[in-house]
């Protein structure tokens, strides 16, 4: 079955500066998607990637899904203690919606 | 704010007890997926349902049930809980008959078992 595993599992960086998380599958990923969830609430979704080389935007976060479609990056710049959550990729085996997710990146913004 | 709204928002059980948790879907949205998220882990998915039957399930036992309304609501009902079923359940809405589109979750629901 898919296995998803992001890196790293926690991140402290200082505020404004840029980070990266990943976002690595055992198989080729039909459609990815990145979530942020603050401690012990639901998801949020920011974005979701379909085709290899795609590249999506939204304010300071940015994905992308490499050409081989079986790993993700998600990079954002200049951050913000806004930012400070738990980020989640999860995987659509098969465009049916039902999810396989890393085990998260925790992240923290000092000011 | 997603348009999926889950109740209640915590809850606390004895072992051996039943629970119903209930998620509405986001308009226009036809599938409701299940999930548990113990802590510290990603979410994992436990069952999905397409117009009012199940459309999959992961790999949790027979205990974990669900039922799709009509208005495409939905419950999970779990069954003889145990401490290990402790965990926050999350729904997510979708439509799936156009494609991979975006799922949205509710905030959760919290369970704890005593």
């Known amino acids: 079955s898919q296995e998803l595993e992001q890196s790293p599992q926690s991140l402290i960086v200082q505020e404004g500066k840029n980070l990266t998380i990943n976002c690595t599958s055992s198989k080729t990923l039909y459609g990815l998607y990145w979530y942020k969830q603050k401690y012990g609430e639901g998801l949020i979704f920011l974005m979701m990637l379909q085709k290899g080389g795609e590249e999506k935007s939204h304010e300071k976060i940015t994905a992308k899904l490499d050409e081989k479609k079986q790993q993700s990056s998600l990079h954002i710049t200049a951050s913000q203690p806004s930012h400070a959550g738990i980020y989640l990729c999860g995987a659509d085996e098969s465009y049916s919606q039902k999810l396989v997710f890393g085990q998260g990146t925790r992240l923290t913004i000092n000011p | 704010e997603t348009g999926v709204t889950q109740s209640p928002t915590h809850l606390i059980k004895t072992r051996g007890q039943q629970v119903t948790l209930r998620c509405s879907s986001q308009s226009g949205h036809n599938t409701v997926s299940w999930y548990q998220q113990a802590l510290g882990q990603g979410p994992q998915f436990i069952f999905q349902?397409?117009?009012?039957?199940?459309?999959g399930r992961g790999n949790f036992p027979p205990r974990f049930s669900g039922l799709q309304f009509p208005n495409y609501s939905s419950e999970l009902n779990v069954n003889a809980l145990e401490l290990d079923d402790s965990a926050l359940y999350l729904c997510?809405?979708?439509?799936?008959?156009?494609?991979?589109?975006?799922?949205?979750f509710g905030q959760g629901t919290r369970l704890t078992v005593v």
């Open positions: 997510a809405s979708s439509r799936v008959d156009r494609g991979s589109t975006e799922a949205f």
């Open positions: 349902y397409y117009r009012e039957e199940e459309n």
